[in-house]
């Protein structure tokens, strides 16, 4: 989330490529990352158009989540 966070100074094109970068890594890694339940609604995070809007992924993108 620290790649693709704008108040971080994050482009939104580095943050589209750091999610593509999520994307294949799910896609090769998450067989074994679905032992964690807490960890798959990140798997959506690559296909969601405003993560910023989203209400399951809009508090990550709050100052205070930094």
């Known amino acids: ?3 693709i ?8 094109e580095l943050s589209q490529i750091e999610i593509e970068r999520l994307k294949k890594f ?3 890694n998450g ?3 679905t032992k964690y339940p ?3 609604p ?4 690559p296909y ?3 993560l910023k809007e989203h209400q399951s992924f809009k ?3 709050e100052k205070n989540w930094i």
Do not use: Q, R, T, V
């Open 5 to 12: 966070h704008p108040d971080l100074g994050n482009s939104p």
């Open 31 to 33: 067989s074994e990352l």
């Open 59 to 61: 508090h990550l993108f």
């Open 26 to 28: 799910l896609e090769i």
């Open 1 to 3: 989330m620290y790649k």
């Open 48 to 50: 969601f158009k405003n």
């Open 42 to 45: 990140f798997f959506a995070i």
């Open 38 to 40: 807490e960890l798959i």
